[in-house]
Structures are given as C-alpha cells and as structure tokens.
T-cell receptor, first 114, second 113 residues
Framework: DVKVTQSSRYLVKRTGEKVFLECVQD?????MFWYRQDPGLGLRLIYF???????EKGDIPEGYSVSREKKERFSLILESASTNQTSMYLCASSLVVAGAPRQYFGPGTRLTVT | AQTVTQSQPEMSVQEAETVTLSCTYD???????LFWYKQPPSRQMILVIRQEAYKQQNATENRFSVNFQKAAKSFSLKISDSQLGDAAMYFC??????????FGKGTKLTVNP
C-alpha cells in the first residue's frame, strides 16, 4: 500500500512565524503536490514537483515556497505565516496505474495561524 | 484551462437507497481523465473511481458507477445501496495535459439511517 505521511495533523503558529510542513511518500513517485483545502473552495494547488529540485507554481503560490531535496520528501514553507493561511493542507504523490494517473493523499495538516 | 463544477454543496440519502452526485467539467484537452475522490470526516482522501475520456464505457467499482456524457461534459457519480460509511465529502476532478488535478468544490453527502 502506498503511504503518504505528513509531519503534523494539527499545528498552531503565530503570525509572522516561519512554518514548515513536511510530506513523505514511500513509493518512489516522481510527482508530489501541495494543496490547500478550504470549505466551499475545494482543493487548490499551491505547488507541485515533478522531480528532485524541480518545482512548478500551482494556482495559489503566493506566500508559499517549497523544497524537494530528496525524491521522497516535499516540504511546504510559509515564510511569514498570516491568518489568511489558516487552512487544511494536503500533500499528494502520483504515479501512472494501468496507463492512467492516480494521486495518493496524505492525512492532511490543519494549520491555525493566530 | 480546465474547470470542474459541482453544483450540489450538500446531498442526503437514506441508507440502502441510491444517490447521484453531479459534476460538469470543461477542458480543451482531447485526452483527459476524470475522477471521483472521497474524503470521510477527519480521514484521508481516497480515490473512488476514475474514467478515461477515450473510453465510452462507464466505469464501475462495486456500488459506485459513473454516467459519463462526453458531449455534455458531464460526469456524475451514482452510489447504490448507500451505507453509513459512504458519508463523506466527494470531490470530482479532472486531469489532462499534465500531472495536475483540477478539483470541484465538493459535495457533502449525508447518509441517514
């Protein structure tokens, strides 16, 4: 079974703090993703990475950066956390199964910025 | 650009009954995939079912099936014999031209005993 883990289920940070959200997958997937999930807005892509040290902006990259130094690990960084970044953050990794792409999700990190 | 629209923010169904969740999409890709994901309360998002756009036959996974209408760009999910464990947020998503998924805003399904 594919396993995607995230470093924390719940996190509380103060405004202005630097925040690291870590994601690890154990199946040697090339592609990894960070999403933000808000009620009524669904999932929105922040950043994704298709290889080590490679990254591409998603739909809402402002205020975030990412790091992928090893294939299995993809980190999301909030350089200076703000209250409007309070949200659920989901990490995913993907591979092609039977000719079709499939994403596997982590359990999510609920971040509260006060 | 791809868009996915789920017009039903909430739905409810009686246990053992059938419910259909709606999804429409728009894409300029000729080769694409469509997905339904399930997110139970406080649990991980999992894939329910997927459809390759080039396949005319509707995908089926046990009690879950889709009605894929390519010309109408419609991709609805039918859940038969609903169970309490089906209660969740359901997200429709499309993928084409890249590894990125585009999600709808979700439908919250309640199953009443």
């Amino acid at each position: 079974d594919v396993k995607v883990t995230q470093s924390s289920r719940y996190l509380v940070k103060r405004t202005g703090e630097k925040v690291f959200l870590e994601c690890v997958q154990d199946m040697d997937h090339e592609n990894m993703f960070w999403y933000r999930q808000d009620p009524g807005l669904g999932l929105r892509l922040i950043y994704f990475s298709y290889d080590v040290k490679m990254k591409e902006k998603g739909d809402i990259p402002e205020g975030y950066s990412v790091s992928r130094e090893k294939k299995e690990r993809f980190s999301l960084i909030l350089e200076s956390a703000s209250t409007n970044q309070t949200s659920m953050y989901l990490c995913a990794s993907s591979l092609v199964v039977a000719g079709a792409p499939r994403q596997y999700f982590g359990p999510g990190t609920r971040l509260t910025v006060t | 650009a791809q868009t996915v629209t789920q017009s039903q923010p909430e739905m409810s169904v009686q246990e053992a009954e059938t419910v259909t969740l709606s999804c429409t999409y728009d894409t300029s890709e000729s080769d694409y995939y469509l997905f339904w994901y399930k997110q139970p309360p406080s649990r991980q998002m999992i894939l329910v079912i997927r459809q390759e756009a080039y396949k005319q036959q509707n995908a089926t996974e046990n009690r879950f099936s889709v009605n894929f209408q390519k010309a109408a760009k419609s991709f609805s999910l039918k859940i038969s014999d609903s169970q309490l464990g089906d209660a969740a947020m359901y997200f429709c998503a499309s993928q084409g031209g890249s590894e990125k998924l585009v999600f709808g805003k979700g439908t919250k399904l309640t199953v009443n005993p």
